[in-house]
């Protein structure tokens, strides 16, 4: 499993549009899918957070989502489609990251975008297994097609 900085340096084209998603001022959500005790999906909106060589999340201690990662730590996390309808997603697996050095680091990177990261908040480390991307050409206009891209 990849950290954020060796997929950025595998693909970086595709982590630009991924980190330009991800970090966009008026949206700042990105929608993660977790497996539920059942094994069914559940989606929830998150604030992902890029921080040194990392990509994490902050899940507040009542949320439903902290049991689903801690119990199975397998995601997928799509961010908020961009201009032309631009799409970013990443599937990998969560691992709870929430020592202090760590949790300041997130506070400070996630502070410097506007977010606020709790103290209560628990840290998740994304793993990244595999990143995808999407542009639609003539969007929104007869003929459009999309340019994907996937990586591994």
């Known amino acids: ?63 439903l989502k902290l049991g689903d990662l801690r119990r199975d730590g397998r995601y997928m996390l799509h961010a908020m489609p961009g201009n032309d309808d631009a799409e970013f997603s990443l599937r990998g697996r969560a691992t709870e990251a929430n020592d202090n050095a760590t949790h300041a680091e997130v506070e400070q990177a996630a502070a410097s975008v506007g977010l606020n990261v709790k103290s209560s908040e628990v840290i998740f480390r994304l793993g990244v297994e595999a990143a995808a991307t999407a542009r639609w050409v003539n969007a929104g206009q007869p003929g459009t097609y999309p340019v994907r891209r996937r990586w591994p």
């Open 1 to 63: 499993m990849a950290t954020w900085a060796e997929f950025e340096a595998a693909e970086p084209e595709m982590a630009a549009l991924g980190r330009a998603l991800l970090s966009n001022r008026n949206f700042q959500i990105g929608y993660l899918a977790t497996v539920r005790k059942d094994g069914a999906p559940r989606v929830r909106p998150v604030c992902p957070v890029l921080a040194g060589e990392h990509i994490y999340l902050a899940i507040g201690p009542d949320s």
